[in-house]
């Protein structure tokens, strides 16, 4: 019997190279690869050895008759994958891994920093690590007490799954040669040149965390938030965590048709009961325990089959009420038809529903009091494959909106920046120098801040290996300062600068902290969110430990 990737898959190809006959695809080093939303097993190939399944990070591959009922359509999905004609004839080769492009000149020691702690980060560390023959220290800053960025402030709290790629960067945070500084930020207790001070090079991985805007009138009123707010704040971002959201009303309207929007309606739409089996913070357990909502409208500026949500996240809706309306759904790709199928179950009595509006944008937030009280959507026509607004327009009562449109990233002191893409400037993750192109000695990126917001989490470790090519190549060919300070001078700066920073030991206190509390409500953790009280933790001053 077959294997099959299900919905968590990160994409980071761990899987390709384990297999013996090769059948699973596109591989990073194939087409479609880069632009593709999952990997897919060929079951007419798959040998059933499961050599894949303890290679994958996440959990995303279970054999077919080990399927949960609402894992199904992914067996479907991943043979459909292989009717394209275009994904024949694929050779049964196992991919060889580990492919070293070129031979080190320059052995070490190396010394990096890396500016952040998420996929991007992670993955970068890692390469560097694990180099053969390469002798290298890498020094991981970040700003809050916790590490792994979007996964633990990002990915949804129901995505568990998701979420256990932590392990593989657990795993690189233990690893020799590593050294972690929490509660550090990178110009405020530290600035870049200080960095290059004591490193060869700088990785920047700070993401991309600023939300783009939709330019319509009433976009900030009370009662508007961005989703990437909405999302930090359920997960216990300390930064968010005072933020409230009115959920004493019964429609609440996302715009955009991202994964990111996909979340957030689908929290919005979930049972209480469901969403405390996750690791939800706790203030967010008790608002959404209140919740008055009964209809979570989604507005897609375009058609169903250009909504950016990938197909595994659609499936996720499976077990919820989604209706649509039906004379959209009439384009033959895999996403509209599923939303159709999804759209035509058998609705349940009191349950709340999330509702698809395509070719639909917001013209503007009505105000009542200086809160939203409804949005103002026009139907749009789409000519040439842009869209184009049409007189018919109409407005959804609503006291919530949540704009879920896409994410930038933010300029860093001292460095060049593109303001249209909202990156760094770079070439093969070297940054360059806005007006010359050249690359600036020993800075590169990875990550959304290098490529931006795109992709899911194992695309960041195609990224970070391209970046950390090029990092190696411009070490091994001396291109690269010496650094004139060592790490005592930089762990004093340190002390003197931010001294409640702390290092990987700190993170495992909270860590298990968080993860004892978990157990003691049946839930896969609780996380603090008061950065006070992850330090006290962390350094072992905390009164109720
Ligand atoms: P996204 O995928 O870029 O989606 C942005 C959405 O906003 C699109 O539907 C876009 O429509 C729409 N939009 C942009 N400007 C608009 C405007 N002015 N008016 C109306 N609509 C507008 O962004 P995201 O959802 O934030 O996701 C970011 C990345 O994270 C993606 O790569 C996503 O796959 C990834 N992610 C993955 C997961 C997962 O794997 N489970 C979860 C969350 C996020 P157009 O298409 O028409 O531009």
């Known amino acids: 019997m077959p294997h099959v990737v299900t919905q968590s898959c990160c994409k980071d190809a761990s899987c390709v190279p384990v ?30 050895c499961s050599a894949c399944v303890t290679a994958c990070p996440v959990s995303a591959i279970v054999a077919d008759y080990d399927l949960e009922v609402a894992d199904l359509p992914f067996a479907d999905i991943n043979a459909a994958y292989y009717e394209e004609p275009s994904h024949q004839g694929y050779s049964t080769t196992p991919v060889v891994a580990n492919k070293r492009r070129f031979e080190l000149h320059e052995r070490g ?21 694990t180099r053969r023959g390469l002798e290298v220290e890498v020094d991981v800053y ?48 530290l600035t870049h040149d200080e960095l290059l001070e004591h490193h060869h ?98 507005l897609g500026r375009r058609g169903p089959e250009h909504a950016a949500y990938t197909l595994s996240e659609l499936v996720g809706l499976t077990n919820y009420d989604v209706a649509t309306v039906p004379d959209a759904l009439s384009s033959p790709d895999p996403k509209t038809q599923f939303l159709k199928q999804v759209a035509a179950q058998p609705k349940s009595e009191g349950r709340r529903r999330i509702v698809f509006r395509f070719l639909s944008s917001p013209l503007e937030l009505v105000e009542h009091s200086g809160r939203v009280r409804a949005v103002r959507v ?102 690269l300062r010496v650094p004139s300070q060592g790490r005592p001078h930089l762990d004093e700066l340190i002390g003197l600068r931010q001294p409640s920073s702390f290092g990987y030991s700190g993170w495992k206190a909270i860590d298990a902290y968080e993860l004892k509390a978990g157990r003691e409500g049946r839930r896969p953790r609780r996380k603090l969110v008061d950065v006070s009280t992850m330090v006290d933790v962390a350094l072992g001053t905390c009164p109720t430990r």
């Open 378 to 479: 026009v139907r749009n026509e789409l000519v040439d494959g842009d869209t184009s607004p049409t007189d018919d327009v109409e407005e959804f009562d609503c006291g919530l909106v949540l704009r879920s449109i896409g994410n930038r990233g933010i300029p860093l002191s001292g460095l060049p920046f593109d303001q249209v893409l909202g990156t760094l400037p770079n070439v093969a993750g070297r940054v360059v120098d806005s007006a010359t192109a050249e690359p600036l000695v020993g800075v590169y990126a990875t990550g959304w801040i290098k490529r931006g917001p795109s992709g899911v989490i194992g695309t960041n470790k195609q990224c970070a290996q391209e970046s950390v090519e090029s990092l190696l190549a411009d070490f091994s060919n001396g291109k």
């Open 109 to 129: 020691p190396l010394r990096v920093a890396v500016v952040g702690s998420g996929p991007a980060a992670m993955y970068a560390a890692e390469e560097l690590l």
């Open 19 to 48: 297999c013996p006959v090769n059948c699973i695809h596109p591989t990073p080093d194939e087409s479609g690869f880069a632009t593709g939303e999952m990997l897919y097993i060929d079951p007419d190939v798959c040998i059933d």
């Open 201 to 298: 090079a700088v990785i920047y991985a700070t993401g991309a965390p600023r939300d783009r805007r939709l330019g319509v009138p009433g976009e900030l009123l009370e009662g508007s938030h961005s989703a990437n707010e909405f999302v930090a704040w359920y997960n216990g971002h300390p930064d968010f965590a005072d933020m409230s959201f009115n959920f004493g009303v019964e429609r609440a309207v996302v715009v955009g048709t991202g994964n990111v929007a996909l979340d957030v309606a689908r929290v919005l739409a979930s049972d209480i009961d469901y969403l405390t089996t996750t690791d939800m913070a706790d203030h967010a357990l008790e608002a959404l325990r209140y919740s008055q909502i009964r209809e979570v409208v989604v």
């Open 142 to 189: 970040e700003r809050l007490p916790v590490p792994w960025g979007l996964v633990r402030f990002g990915v949804a709290p129901d995505h568990q799954l998701t979420k256990s790629v932590t392990k593989l960067f657990a795993k690189t945070g233990s690893r020799r040669g590593l050294f972690f500084h929490f509660n550090v930020e990178i110009g405020t207790h």
